[in-house]
């Protein structure tokens, strides 16, 4: 699907796809670019299939998440795992960016 949208300096043509293979996929072909975890794309950078993008302020692009488990009792085993990866990768994270 295609559609038009301004977004400051990004007035061009935007792609918008239901799912992240496909953007990936998309991108491989040089269809455009798009923002990936580097977990996921690590094969297609290190085949060349894909490369980085330079920029003007570094090579990291930085978000803010937020972590809610709204009722950590009734939440299952597969839930509060997921938190504690979370919460220690973003420990990980944390400690070798102060570093």
């Not at 977004?7 to 792609?15: D, I, P, Q, S, T």
């Not at 923002?35 to 330079?54: C, D, I, K, N, Q």
Request: proline share 3%; charged share 25%; aromatic share 8%.
């Amino acid at each position: 699907m295609q559609r038009r949208r301004s977004v400051g300096w990004l007035n061009e043509k935007r792609w918008t796809v239901s799912h992240k293979a496909t953007s990936i996929h998309a991108a491989c072909m040089g269809a455009g670019y798009a923002w990936f975890p580097e977990e996921t794309v690590r094969t297609a950078l290190a085949a060349g299939r894909l490369g980085r993008l330079p920029r003007a302020e570094g090579a990291e692009r930085h978000a803010t998440l937020y972590l809610v488990v709204a009722d950590a009792e009734l939440a299952g085993p597969g839930t509060l795992r997921l938190a504690a990866l979370l919460r220690e990768r973003t420990r990980q994270g944390c400690e070798q960016y102060q570093a």
